[in-house]
């Protein structure tokens, strides 16, 4: 891979875009790459294939990958775990882009944050949507299904970065809008669950009366 500034900025976007999925599933997928030099990474990234590291994410991916499947309880996974992503993302960021000047190894760490937080926003959005329904089909897909694209779009960020941060960019605005547009169509159904008054809409104007 090469170590080029554009190159090292969308392997960051692909990496925190993965890390807001899954954060352990992506830093053992680095770390695994890492220790056996399968391809060439950001000399910050090589502490991710020390053993102990190793070991704890693929103890944690064991976890994440049962309790990430469990409807209701995911979504109280999901909550705890924003402040284990974002944080983790923009430190796998930073090191990433450690042979960069001062200046833009910020910049990466914050977009690595930012990218980090957005796509775990939408993940736990989507997960509000889908946690009610009454079937478990619909929780154990959506979450391995995000399994998948953390390892598969991780290791293919190391190949082709370019590439993997266009995929990454593009399926975060579809998650997106997804998101939204999922969360207003259960909007009304929910006020009404819970007994709260519908939504005022803006009142008219009267016409004056000359």
């Known amino acids: 891979m090469d170590f080029s500034p554009g190159n090292i900025t969308a392997l960051v976007i692909a990496a925190s875009f993965a890390t807001g999925l899954n954060i352990y599933a992506t830093v053992l997928t680095l770390g695994i790459l890492a220790r056996t030099q399968w391809v060439a990474l950001p000399p910050g990234l090589d502490s991710l294939g020390h053993t102990w590291v190793l070991a704890v994410c693929a103890v944690m991916f064991a976890i994440e990958f049962v309790a990430d499947k469990v409807p209701a309880f995911d979504m109280v996974w999901n909550v705890l775990h924003t402040v284990v992503r974002v944080p983790i993302a923009a430190l796998v960021a930073y090191h990433a ?114």
């Open 97 to 210: 882009s450690a042979q960069l000047s001062p200046q833009m190894q910020m910049i990466a760490t914050g977009v690595g944050a930012a990218v980090a937080l957005a796509t775990h926003s939408s993940k736990t959005a989507l997960r509000a949507v889908v946690t009610p329904s009454p079937e478990p089909v619909s929780n154990i897909a959506l979450s391995s299904a995000e399994d998948v694209v953390a390892v598969g779009l991780t290791w293919f960020a190391t190949h082709h970065p370019f590439i993997a941060a266009s995929v990454a960019v593009v399926i975060l605005i579809a998650a997106v809008l997804a998101a939204r547009v999922l969360l207003r169509a259960i909007h009304r159904p929910l006020r009404r669950l819970f007994g709260m008054p519908p939504e005022k809409g803006p009142v008219a104007s009267k016409p004056s009366v000359e």
